[in-house]
Nanobody
Framework: QVQLVESGGGSVQAGGSLRLSCAAS?????????MNWYRQAPGKEREFVSA???????TYADSVKGRFTISQDNAKRTVYLQMNSLKPDDTAMYYC?????????????WGQGTQVTVSP
């Protein structure tokens, strides 16, 4: 059974920090090339936050550049998101997603999410 388990969310004041983790397990034997973080605020669509690929190349949404840092531990199939200088606009449910390829088919799996709440 595929599981992506996020942790590390919580409530902080503006300017604070949190570190999210996402551990993947039970994945089929495929080529998993990218791990991602997305977020969804109430009443808004889910949006991309950051990604890291197998070569450790990272990408970030403009809204989090310079404040968030994504990293991974390939051996543990775990991705992290260090979030600094948090703002109230960062309040959202944060989800991790892993992208892979099985033969010629793409596969992706989502976690259940972890809530981040930033108060003014």
């Amino acid at each position: 059974q595929v599981q992506l388990v996020e942790s590390g969310g919580g409530s902080v004041q503006a300017g604070g920090s949190l570190r999210l983790s996402c551990a993947a397990s039970g994945l089929p034997a495929c080529d998993y090339h990218t791990m991602n973080w997305y977020r969804q605020a109430p009443g808004k669509e889910r949006e991309f936050v950051s990604a890291i690929n197998a070569a450790s190349t990272t990408t970030y949404a403009d809204s989090v550049k310079g404040r968030f840092t994504i990293s991974q531990d390939n051996a543990k199939r775990t991705v992290y998101l260090q979030m600094n200088s948090l703002k109230p606009d960062d309040t959202a449910m944060y989800y991790c997603k892993i992208d892979g390829v099985c033969g010629v088919r793409s596969r992706n799996y989502w976690g259940q999410g972890t809530q981040v709440t930033v108060s003014p």
